[in-house]
């Protein structure tokens, strides 16, 4: 009879928390390129690369990170030093990033300075999120309730953030000002912190320094080692990086603004729609989470990654045969109900595709000490980290190359836009086009993936 070190529900509900604050912060930083265009008056092309130097320099930091938390062990356990540093580094640099638009000088080493420190917060606690999957559970009928618990709580998250912004925050402040990133900011740092002491008490009890979770001291070179040996690690982290990449290119501040506010003809139809399909969303990853559940984590991800592909072509063809402008809550016609069905459809298998893979880091990591005897949560999660970082830090690369291209160098399209049709074919390529990439790429990866639910029983089992 297989024996599991289990968790309470309500432990993995509130660990899951700790993603949960940390993604308020990434949601706030989708607008930050707003943040240093509009309000710093920094330009287009200067905005769209230090974001993604920062995101690689912030990459280059989580091997660091996860080597840390490896070697770390006080009466606080492994992971909650560094969830509750990481959150407070965060605040403070937001503080003064937003304190920095009245420097008369400066305003571009102070940005670069902050948000170089922002993200080695952001690591600190971004890392402990998959670091600590393997020490709060590793039984295959519960791992997967973290997928259902932070799909749930990032749906949330997502419909409240963009519905507050576009419905309260930008019509409050006229638009994206200074004093509409005061509110935002405070908003983000008080909920975070809230969200991160939750997060604390769940993983309390499971966050011991013992003789398991003490980390076997090896080398770097040891490191590159089972990143080159474990197949399953290079195939799970080419997947979660580039499902997070086309994830965070659809969620985009910019996008969002050309989709509603200039195809669509009003930005706050964003934050609207996300509120409707919010239910049927959950809904179906809840179905997944529960497919996952009894068939594994892997053929969940199979199945989602499928029903991605089908409603986001069905989303694309909407879009270039049907009229978007016809969007409207208040008078429903073909294109508004097929636009949500199609949205909340692909909501939901895109939100366990998110989900989904953190828990099968845990996976790996299980399965590395069965191939190698060598346990180290901190510095495999932290690989993937580094890999989804590296990948993701294209997300504004990309959105600012495509809008230079059609002649956006100094600024980004806002809701006074003119409509045309080269924004158009850039808002779907971004919202349709790469999403299906992405989950191309997961199809060809998956089939070189190994820990299916029967081989996991065999990891678990020693």
């Not at 050309?258 to 959950?282: C, E, H, R």
């Not at 978007?324 to 208040?330: I, N, R």
Request: hydrophobic share 50%; with cysteine; charged share 10%.
């Amino acid at each position: 009879m297989q024996t599991y070190h289990k968790a309470k529900t309500w432990q993995i509900g509130l660990f899951t928390l700790n993603n949960t604050a940390v993604n308020v912060y990434y949601m706030t930083m989708l607008y930050i390129a707003y943040f240093a265009a509009g309000v710093l008056g920094l330009g287009v092309a200067l905005v769209s690369t230090i974001i993604a130097v920062m995101v690689i320099f912030d990459s280059l930091g989580d091997p660091v990170i996860g080597w840390l938390i490896d070697r770390f062990g006080s009466r606080l356990g492994k992971f909650r030093p560094f969830m509750a540093v990481g959150n407070i580094v965060m605040a403070l640099s937001l503080l003064f990033m937003y304190l920095s638009h009245g420097f008369d000088s400066g305003r571009l080493i102070a940005f670069v300075i902050l948000y170089t420190i922002f993200v080695l917060g952001y690591s600190c606690q971004f890392c402990c999120t998959r670091a600590a999957q393997t020490v709060l559970t590793n039984d295959p009928t519960q791992r997967p309730l973290f997928s259902a618990f932070d799909m749930v709580l990032n749906v949330i998250l997502y419909v409240g953030i963009t519905m507050a912004v576009s419905n309260f925050f930008v019509p409050r402040h006229g638009g994206f000002t200074h004093s509409m990133f005061a509110e935002l900011f405070i908003f983000t740092a008080t909920a975070s912190a809230a969200l991160t002491a939750l997060a604390i008490v769940g993983i309390w009890q499971k966050d011991k320094v013992d003789s398991r979770t003490r980390m076997t001291r090896f080398k770097i070179s040891t490191c590159l080692k089972i990143l080159k040996e474990n197949r399953n690690i290079q195939m799970l982290m080419i997947t979660s990086s580039t499902d997070k990449l086309f994830s965070n290119i659809t969620q985009n501040a910019v996008v969002t603004v050309m989709i509603y506010g200039i195809i669509a003809g009003d930005f706050a139809l964003s934050g609207q729609t996300n509120m409707i399909v919010f239910g049927p969303a959950m809904v179906v990853s809840l179905l997944c989470v529960q497919l996952a559940r009894k068939k594994g984590q892997k053929e969940a991800l199979l199945f989602s990654t499928y029903g991605g592909i089908i409603f986001t072509a069905l989303i694309f063809l909407l879009f270039l045969f049907g009229n978007p402008a016809s969007l409207s809550f208040t008078n429903w016609g073909v294109f508004t109900t097929l636009f949500v069905a199609f949205l909340a459809l692909r909501g939901g298998f895109m939100s366990i595709n998110n989900s989904i893979t953190v828990p099968m880091v845990a996976d790996c990591i299980d399965y590395e000490v069965v191939r190698s005897g060598n346990f180290a949560p901190g510095t495999i999660g932290a690989l993937f980290s580094f890999a989804d970082k590296i990948v993701t830090s294209l997300n504004t690369l990309v959105i600012g190359g495509l809008l230079m291209i059609i002649g956006f160098s100094d600024y980004f399209p806002t809701v006074d836009t003119l409509y045309s049709r080269s924004i158009f074919w850039v808002a779907m390529i971004c919202f349709c086009g790469l999403p299906v990439v992405g989950w191309i790429v997961n199809i060809i990866c998956l089939k070189r993936y190994s820990l299916d639910k029967e081989s996991m029983k065999n990891v678990q089992k020693g």
